[in-house]
């Protein structure tokens, strides 16, 4: 049971380049989301699902696209990446009981 | 929408004594308020949570007390020690329309020897 995994860990992206970050669970949650962490701060929803075909947007989704086509599989996409977005970006699933379960984040630099 | 806040943003404390968090949150309507630690460059883990029906929870070293009339809640950690040094967030949501978690800025716990 590997929980939820993200790829990649580490990314460098130029100013306007897109990239998919990857995110996948192996819980069979039905709630996923996901957050960013900027230096020193908390963490903010970016978007989240409430199960596969259905996504919804969260605090800070400006710049950001979603898709949730498995239950297992919920990826985050950038368009046009700009320095505002450097960042790190943790996927979760979440449980029953509510616990939700981080991945291992990915670094995202735009330079 | 919700608001968590939290304090003190830094908190440093010496081996064995006790270390106390407090958040405040705005929605009235949150009902689940969990506590995640974070060790620097890893993940965030749940260590305690408790509802709103319950007014505290205790694990071991760890408990959290929960207020509704003021709205807040708190995390104290007994008998710290060094493995304790990392950060710690407070969350709220509402069990309802997606279970969002809004997380306050974090504590950043140095227990010292």
């Known amino acids: 049971n590997a929980g939820v995994t993200q790829t990649p860990k580490f990314r460098i992206l130029k100013i306007g380049q897109s990239m998919t970050l990857q995110c996948t669970q192996d819980?069979?949650?039905?709630?996923m989301y996901w957050y960013r962490q900027d230096p020193g701060m908390g963490l903010k929803l970016i978007y989240y699902?409430?199960?596969?075909?259905?996504?919804d947007k969260g605090e800070v989704p400006n710049g950001y696209n979603v898709s949730r086509s498995t239950t297992e599989d919920f990826p985050l996409r950038l368009e046009l990446a700009a320095p505002s977005q450097t960042s790190v970006y943790f996927c979760a699933s979440r449980a029953a009981n509510n616990e939700q379960f981080f991945g291992p984040g990915t670094r995202l630099t735009v330079l | 929408g919700e608001n968590v806040e939290q304090h003190p943003s830094t908190l440093s404390v010496q081996e064995g004594d006790s270390a106390v968090i407090k958040c405040t949150y705005s929605?009235?309507?949150?009902?689940?308020f969990p506590w995640y630690k974070q060790e620097l460059g890893k993940r965030p883990q749940l260590i305690i949570d408790i509802r709103s029906n319950v007014g505290e929870k205790k694990d071991q070293r760890i408990a959290v007390t929960l207020n509704k009339t003021a709205k807040h809640f708190s995390l104290h950690i007994t008998e710290t020690q060094p493995e304790d040094s990392a950060v710690y967030f407070c969350?709220?949501?509402?069990?309802?329309?997606?279970?969002?978690?809004?997380f306050g800025t974090g504590t950043q716990l140095k227990v010292e020897l």
């Open positions: 819980m069979n949650h039905n709630y």
């Open positions: 969350a709220a949501s509402f069990t309802g329309g997606g279970n969002k978690l809004t």
């Open positions: 699902s409430v199960g596969a075909g259905i996504t």
């Open positions: 929605d009235s309507a949150s009902n689940y």
